[in-house]
């Protein structure tokens, strides 16, 4: 035996449930607390999409299907009418549309049902997304603005039609041909003007203050259009880069590079002397097509010293997207692929990979005064009738058209156009279609099982405008934008600053818009029949989609907030929209974080512990409530796995596991209910600012905070409207507090928030951030610019954050220059949560806190067991140890009260996970401060110690009052092999034999047998085996240790379930089903469907097992001809191990 001197740890023993603890439940039982955490409730049980794939049902199979979800541990079901992906051949067939009679027929009888067994039902708006459907008129659907230039010279007089827009393909025309809605907006005419010396793009590069870069590679693209356009396709030419350490203002910028791009496709490298940058703006000149005016370019690059590729718009480890483009003057509409965010997305070619200008360089308007309004001028059919004045003069066409954008993913009868999701009424109107539909056949629904309507994520492509969006910017902006609309097609007006402002205005309008009337129309709407509105509000966004929103704003208008996570996508951190929706639900005061969870195209690959990871991290971010994505109505005829969406995790009963996934959905209700109480514990509140498109990244560690540190973010809304000063503390109306408020890197700020700031600051707050120098808007400004500089001159005063970096004003504090964690330390506010260990550890943490108890949520992200000493900002208590896999309480007899917190050694199992709860009030009791690795303390009294050793050797122990022990433990035998051989017993009709003889165990796929190699489904082991008498007696426990499996084992001995190994360490208790002598164990191994799948793409299609639409797997989707077999089985070694109990008696 080996002492572990430096760090002294428990070993603790997950598997075993102590007598104390089990007496502990009893007596605790009727706290809510413990009794929600044994058996949770419906709020903290997942939940899961339930598509009715080409909106088909079989009414008779849909009472043995919810029973099943109620059974397994399912709270509720999504209804979502879908189309199906795959093989259209294999697909369901055409149900009913959505929203017709025999489909609110089929809502009607899940209703029925969902109330029989318990569970809440939701209902998807629409069938797939985004909101719309087959009764939704042009006049309210999806809209954008269009425009079209023409060069007119005057004096002349002009009678003529004005040359139409193009509009998508899609937008839909009435019988003759013209387009079904229009709209003109405006008719500017702009007198001649010069143009921008070039295409220009500003990227802020990401997470630190300063890049330091030494070169930049630029690809140019082919054409999709060779013939057209030659072979000198639409090749950029010259161009230059610029780069700024302090902001994106004409006079910060250098100039590092002017050069000349080669006419071909291939990389081109251009080297400089390493440069510090935060800013790099790229300028394209020409390109060597001169028979065209337009320029198209596939990639821009830029390289710091370390060989990084820091304007790749996608991120490895998920944090946040990469550089930002943050002002582009050329740039097509955003319904189009050849969007400016394509310059850096790390794609160099293709739909995502391309950018392509709009024209020439835009146009300078020195004089906006002298913009010309000829709307009136304009007639319904778009005739201009204008006496030209001398010169040469630019006139720009804009109307209001439609998108064209309809549902994504319909069921085959289904289809329609996408609503206007920035109108009032178009909201209104849908949302009340549904409602009266459904009450037509249902009545009130408020009794009913129906609790809310879902509104899927946002993916409107090129939905900018709506109709009275003119009126509605004079209402938001108190100005009047028609001068500025010159702007939107790529003009610069009058200087940059004064056009960045104008744009600005335009986002946070366009944001705001969004939310008032989409999400919070549709929520008052639904509200008012006693429905509520569940959402993906504002996510997931850019670079995937252009979502035009305050995300935090977003989620806070609406009922439930939700996001979403992909478990194998680490290159988008974007498909993990976790502490956006966490952080918006802790600052709007909503308890849950509901999460559709799981989603991916890997298709029955991963079993129950492959997805354990990403709910760990995510519930670390904030989730607490799973949507699993998805599950698909299989009636039989559906066969096995049946009829699955294109992408999701197909969580049914047509799962090779199913009958084994109840212990996996309890680990998640118990984890759910656990992080559903109390109020997220966060040091730092980050004001992300209020520029209208805003996000929040994933949840990563803020260099200036470092690690133990949690934090929220936070927009103006709340800034405005909730937050307030309470004991020096930023406190929100639920009770949610921070410590300090961290601005954002930004000169600019809005005057009401900085207004707020002064407030909070005066009233005991700390802020840290930098001094706003101006407002953000063309608002009152100039008015606005002075009152901000002003007001920021008197709170920060000589507070520069170079000489002088903190400054109290009031009752609080300004500080700028020192790191968040300098200012927490400073004040003897340690990390919330840190650890040491002798290894690399990774763990990650959360920390909620109840009027009674402070609940911590700690996981082992790497896939090794890990031993730790864990130190918790907790000033008393006693540690307790909530397992949610096992619904087991333990007291924790190990712990020290020091300086840092309280320490409690820890031990994690490969991706394990665990609460550590300090309950109130505090009771003290003896117990341990230090224990050897090998032995598991139970007991600790005054008197006495009562431990259980897993290995023979001499350990030591020390007590809270000081005391040593030394002790022996020698009487443990050594493990009992189970070798082979092992009789294994296979189920009819897939492809296996009856049974098979396994002399030694192995993998499944190694074995010669083809329908062995490719099995799917469970086996089942048995053998026989004798277990000598000496190895029973009162202070001995045996466990069976089944070393390594996939995916899924179920035990038994004697007769007697002993219950689901799911993940490691694959060990269980058999003390009570064991016996002296013969003992008869049966163990059964489930894996998933994958290896079936494989194996039946070398099979002729008629001699195939397994049925379904989905023909491949993976990102991108990958034929299952060309996916590895996963190793299955029982994989051992098997072995019993015996623990023998020791009382150690103390000093009196």
């Known amino acids: 035996m080996k002492y572990t001197n430096i760090i002294n740890l428990l070993l603790l023993v997950i598997l075993s449930i102590p007598v104390q603890a089990r007496a502990a439940e009893k007596t605790d039982v009727t706290n809510p607390l413990v009794a929600g955490f044994l058996h949770p409730p ?62 609110i027929e089929n809502i009607a009888y899940t209703l029925e049902l969902a109330s029989k067994f318990n569970l ?38 002009y009678d003529k039609v004005l040359p139409f ?152 480890d998920r944090t946040k997207d990469s550089a930002l483009i943050i002002l582009s003057n050329s740039q097509r509409a955003s319904d189009t692929k050849w969007n400016v965010d394509n310059l850096n997305d790390g794609q160099k070619t293709g739909a995502n990979g391309t950018w392509l200008s709009a024209g020439l360089p835009p146009l300078v308007i020195e004089d906006r005064s002298r913009i010309l309004d000829l709307t009136e001028r304009i007639n319904t059919e778009g005739k201009l009738t204008w006496k030209i004045p001398p010169g040469q003069w630019t006139v720009i066409r804009f109307v209001c058209a439609n998108t064209g954008e309809t549902l994504k993913v319909p069921s085959p009868n289904s289809d329609g156009l996408a609503t206007d999701h920035f109108s009032h009424e178009a909201t209104r109107e849908f949302i009340q279609y549904l409602i009266t539909r459904l009450k037509q056949k249902l009545g009130d629904l408020r009794p009913t099982a129906l609790k809310q309507l879902y509104l899927p994520s946002y993916e409107v492509r090129g939905a900018t405008w709506t109709p009275d969006f003119l009126e509605q910017f004079t209402k938001y902006c108190s100005y009047d934008m028609t001068p500025f609309l010159p702007a939107l097609a790529g003009c610069l007006i009058e200087d940059q600053d004064t056009t960045s402002r104008f744009l600005y205005d335009y986002r946070k309008m366009l944001g705001d818009l969004l939310v008032d009337a989409y999400y919070r129309t549709a929520s008052e709407t639904a509200n008012q029949a006693g429905l509520g509105i569940e959402a993906e509000a504002g996510g997931p966004g850019p670079p995937v989609h252009q979502v035009p929103v305050d995300a935090l704003k977003a989620l806070g208008s609406i009922d439930e907030m939700r996001g979403e996570f992909w478990p194998w996508r680490q290159e988008r951190s974007q498909l993990w929209i976790v502490k956006e929706t966490a952080c918006a639900a802790h600052v709007y005061g909503h308890r849950r974080v509901h999460m559709e969870a799981f989603t991916g195209f890997r298709h029955w690959q991963d079993g129950p512990f492959d997805l354990k990871p990403s709910a760990d991290r995510a519930f670390c971010e904030g989730m607490n409530h799973i949507v699993w994505h998805t599950s698909s109505h299989q009636p039989p005829e559906a066969g096995k796995p049946g009829w699955v969406y294109g992408a999701g995790s197909h969580l049914t009963p047509n799962l090779t596991w199913w009958p084994k996934a109840k212990p996996f959905i309890d680990y998640l209700s118990r984890c759910s209910f656990m992080l559903q109480q109390g109020l997220f514990v966060a040091d730092v509140c980050y004001y992300y600012g209020d520029q209208g498109f805003n996000f929040v990244p994933a949840k990563h560690i803020d260099p200036s905070l470092g690690y133990g540190y949690d934090y929220d973010v936070t927009n103006a809304e709340v800034i405005l409207s909730r937050m307030s000063v309470k004991d020096g503390r930023f406190t929100l109306p639920d009770g949610m507090q921070y410590k300090l408020l961290v601005l954002p890197d930004r000169k600019d700020m809005t005057l009401n928030v900085l207004q707020k700031i002064k407030e909070l600051v005066q009233a005991g707050g700390t802020v840290v951030g930098p001094k706003p120098t101006q407002s953000n808007g063309l608002t009152d400004y100039p008015a606005s610019d002075q009152q901000v500089k002003q007001l920021a001159d008197s709170l920060w005063g000589n507070c520069d954050g170079k000489n002088v970096l903190e400054r109290r004003y009031g009752s609080g504090k300004i500080i700028w ?71 087991t309480i333990l007291q924790q007899p190990v712990y020290e009260h020091t300086q840092e917190g309280i320490r409690v050694p820890l031990q994690l199992e490969p991706s394990g996970s665990l609460f550590v709860v300090f309950r109130k009030p505090v009771t003290t009791r003896p117990h341990l401060v230090s224990l050897d690795l090998g032995i598991n303390a139970t007991t600790v009294t005054e008197k006495k110690v009562r431990a259980t050793a897993f290995e023979n050797g001499s350990y030591k122990m020390k007590t809270y009052s000081g005391q040593t022990i030394k002790f022996e433990i020698d009487r443990i035998p050594s493990p009992l092999r189970l070798t082979g051989p092992w009789k294994v017993y296979f189920p009819a009709g897939w492809g296996a034999p009856d049974s098979a003889t396994f002399a030694d165990l192995k993998s499944w796929t190694e074995h010669e047998n083809p329908g062995i190699r490719n099995f799917s489904g469970t086996a089942n082991y048995k053998k026989n085996f004798r277990i000598p008498r000496h190895w029973f007696s009162k202070d001995r426990k045996i466990y069976l240790d089944l070393g390594n499996l996939w995916s899924l084992g179920e035990v038994s001995l004697n007769g007697h379930s002993l219950g689901i190994l799911w993940k490691p360490p694959y060990r269980i208790e058999i003390t009570k089903a064991a016996r002296p002598g013969q003992n008869n164990l049966e163990i059964e191994i489930t894996n998933t469907w994958a290896n079936r799948l494989i194996g039946d793409t070398k099979l002729p299609p008629d001699q195939r097992y397994c049925r379904t639409n989905i023909t491949y797997s993976g990102t991108p989707g990958i034929a299952w001809k060309d996916i590895p077999l996963r190793p299955s089985g029982l994989l051992g070694p098997v072995q019993l191990i015996q623990t023998v109990e020791k009382t150690i008696a103390l000093a009196e």
């Open 42 to 103: 419906k709020a903290a049980k997942p939940s899961a999409y339930w598509l009715w794939l080409n909106g088909y049902v079989n009414r008779d199979y849909l009472e043995s299907e919810l029973k099943q979800f109620s059974e397994k541990g399912i709270g509720g079901l999504c209804i979502f009418d879908m189309g199906a992906r795959g093989d259209t051949k294999a697909a369901p067939p055409a149900g009913p549309a959505y929203m017709s009679d025999e489909f």
């Open 120 to 157: 809440d039902v939701q209902l998807a708006a629409c069938s797939s997304w985004d909101l719309g459907g087959s009764w939704v008129q042009p006049r309210h659907a999806s809209m954008g603005l269009f425009h079209t230039k023409i060069r007119l010279k005057g004096p002349v007089d």
């Open 165 to 316: 827009p193009k509009l998508p393909p899609n937008s839909p025309k009435n019988p003759d041909g013209k387009p079904a809605f229009v709209k003109n907006i405006a008719v500017l005419a702009i007198p001649e003007a010069n143009r921008q010396l070039a295409h220009e793009f500003i990227f802020k590069l990401p997470r630190t203050d300063i890049h330091h870069i030494d070169h930049v590679i630029l690809y140019n693209a082919k054409s999709d259009n060779p013939k057209r356009y030659g072979k000198l396709h639409l090749f950029a030419k010259d161009f230059s880069v610029d780069v700024s350490t302090d902001s994106f203002e004409e006079q910060s910028f250098v100039e590092i590079i002017r050069n000349r791009l080669k006419p071909n496709t291939n990389p081109q490298r251009f080297n400089f002397e390493p440069v510090e940058a935060r800013y790099v703006r790229l300028r394209i000149y020409n390109g060597y097509n001169t028979n065209f005016n337009i320029v198209q370019l596939a990639e821009f690059e830029v390289y710091d010293t370390s060989g990084n590729n820091i304007a790749a718009s996608k991120d490895i």
């Open 817 to 887: 220059g020192r790191t968040l964690r300098e200012i927490l330390l400073s004040r003897r506010i340690g990390p919330d949560f840190h650890y040491t260990s002798e290894t690399e550890a990774d763990l990650d943490f959360i920390h909620r806190r109840t009027p009674e108890a402070d609940i911590y949520f700690i996981c082992n992200r790497k896939m090794r067991r890990e031993f730790v000493n864990a130190y918790f900002r907790v000033s008393a208590g006693v540690p307790e140890l909530w397992l949610p896999d096992t619904g």
